[in-house]
């Protein structure tokens, strides 16, 4: 087994790119499986701060390989920007990084698409970016998709076919086009889709199978978080890929036999972006604390992120179905100053106790029950080893592990990538 997975087990925003960022030493080639430029993964470190979007987050570790595998969607305009970025910090890409034939392409009319989508929603809204992920997935699943790899096929002929398809569509929806926005989003699409060019394009299931049978070791990313996932998640307030360990298959074409170690990654805390079910989130000062204390706004969208206490019943789901072997707790500094700290063991719903995720949160009331355990009040970001931990924040780790039945063997105590402890 040569595959191990990484992957958020909430709402995403868990620090997912920090951690792939510090495991990549141990591998050589670093794989993106889902998700598209809607996900921020935020990378600091030698006093500097990276936001990627599409890019794997071992980018930055020495000569490994990365790749952009076919599950995820990847918006040429968007690429560029991050490429220029990343080219402008003193880090080769083009060496590094290759990108998956069957990767789909977000067209700039996906983007009016997705506004579209959610004006006609209403009140109901799912409160997406606005990045065009949604529509996109919808035309790789009805079969009208544009790959990469079209890109070297009658690339034309086949962008302009789907553009005439999604411009009826949005007639059909009643909604306006501004003529002179969309060329210039298309202007800046196609220098994207000239970006592009520069890398290598590749049949990433071959070539990722290959480097498996020599022998090489795989690290596979997810982005967003298993409660966001497609079949799985708070479902409809979810994306629009499978964003669970089962995911790494599927994007990239890797076989399941072939996985190894499962990486969860959940904050000491949790938090929610956008619409949809919470059902610890908080509305008073302890939330608005968490809030301040975490820098809890997107790294992509800038949008303030909705607090709460962590959830045990979404988090023991997420293991389950991930099949998590280890856990890395994230930003547990946030919690230092806190005198009591809450953990949600069971869902009250109609009066009755339940311990399992419910088919539908959004529709029923839930009232979160809750353990309770004594603050640490010590901070904990310049601690370098476990020795160093508070005998409270100790305990509140045994707890979590004694309720989610699997070790936490890495602990996260600030954003740097020297701010990570294993245990």
Not at 117 to 126: F, P, S, V
Not at 173 to 184: F, I, K, R, S, T
Not at 350 to 373: K, Q, T
């Amino acid at each position: 087994m040569n595959i191990d997975v990484l992957l958020g087990l909430q709402w995403g925003d868990e620090g997912k790119g920090k951690v792939v960022d510090v495991l990549t030493p141990n591998y050589e080639l670093v794989c993106r499986f889902q998700g598209g430029p809607n996900a921020g993964h935020t990378l600091e470190f030698e006093g500097k701060k990276y936001v990627l979007r599409s890019i794997p987050s071992g980018i930055f570790q020495g000569n490994k390989v990365n790749i952009i595998g076919n599950g995820v969607v990847l918006d040429p305009a968007l690429f560029k920007v991050e490429v220029d970025q990343l080219a402008a910090s003193g880090h080769p890409l083009t060496e590094r990084l290759k990108i998956s034939k069957k990767a789909h392409l977000i067209m700039p009319t996906h983007r009016l698409l997705d506004a579209a989508n959610e004006a006609a929603k209403g009140a109901g809204k799912i409160g997406t970016t606005g990045k065009g992920i949604g529509p996109t997935y919808t035309d790789k699943i009805s079969r009208n998709g544009l790959r990469v790899g079209d890109i070297q096929l009658n690339f034309e002929e086949k962008y302009q076919a789907r553009k005439e398809r999604h411009l009826q569509m949005l007639a059909q929806m009643g909604y306006e086009v501004d003529q002179a926005a969309l060329a210039q989003a298309e202007a800046e699409w196609m220098e994207g889709v000239a970006c592009m060019k520069t890398f290598e394009f590749i049949d990433s299931e071959h070539y990722i199978n290959k480097h498996i049978k020599e022998g090489r070791k795989v690290l596979c990313e997810g982005a967003q978080g298993t409660m966001l996932d497609i079949d799985f998640g708070s479902y409809p307030f979810v994306t629009s890929s499978n964003t669970i360990c089962a995911g790494a298959c599927t994007g990239l074409g890797v076989a399941p036999q072939r996985i190894g170690k499962v990486y969860g990654i959940f904050k000491a805390y949790c938090t929610r972006v956008g619409s949809g079910p919470f059902p610890t989130e908080l509305f008073d000062e302890v939330g608005q604390k968490m809030r301040d204390n975490g820098h809890e706004y997107g790294s992509v969208t800038g949008r303030p992120r909705r607090c709460g206490w962590i959830d045990l019943v979404a988090l023991r789901y997420a293991v389950m179905i991930n099949g998590v072997t280890d856990l890395i707790m994230m930003k547990s500094d946030v919690l230092d100053d806190f005198e009591c700290i809450k953990a949600c063991v069971a869902y009250k719903i109609n009066g009755e106790e339940v311990e399992d995720f419910p088919f539908d949160i959004d529709s029923v009331e839930v009232e979160p029950v809750y353990a309770e355990l004594p603050g640490w009040n010590t901070p904990m970001s310049h601690m370098k080893s476990e020795d160093e931990f508070p005998e409270e924040f100790n305990q509140y780790l045994s707890f979590l592990e004694a309720e989610l039945g699997v070790n936490i063997s890495i602990v996260s105590v600030g954003p740097d990538r020297e701010q990570t402890i294993e245990r």
